[in-house]
């Protein structure tokens, strides 16, 4: 049955992407004052507390509105700021998730990438030479060349010298 009016359809559509996406959270805080906010359940000796998390859809931004409805924050004395289950590459974090995608896409080892990233985009080496703490991946290409792909003691794609 078609619509009669397609005017709130339409609208609803355009109103689409501007919401934000919204999830509570468990705060939970320690007796020394430490905060964390965690999806699970606090551990055993620290209050619980539901919070309200808002997080822009990517590509938009929050209007006004949905910043001002948002619960008023309450002053609290400056502390570290310590980022729970940040992704620690080994190589210092040197490429982001993007570089390190469109690295992949490209077919490029830039310095920074891991072992594991190498083997993930090129396979096993076909052969493997250690010289003091460097190690090097050399991959056979067609017609007789080959790449060489350096590593440092950390297992870390080396810069060109």
Known sequence: MPFRNPRPVLALLLLAPS??????????QDASGNITF????CPP???RELQDARAPLTGTVPTATEIMSGPKPQPQPQRELVIV???????GN???????RKAII?????????KRDVESLLGKPD???GRNAEVRYVYEEKKGRSRHITFDESGCVKGKR
């Open 19 to 28: 919401m934000s996406m919204a999830a509570t959270v468990n705060r939970c």
């Open 38 to 41: 965690t999806s699970a359940s």
């Open 45 to 47: 000796g620290h209050t």
């Open 85 to 91: 289950g940040q992704r620690d590459d080994g190589c």
């Open 94 to 100: 040197v490429l982001s998730a993007d570089q390190r």
């Open 106 to 114: 490209n077919q490029q080892t830039p310095p920074g990438m891991t």
């Open 127 to 129: 052969k493997i030479i």
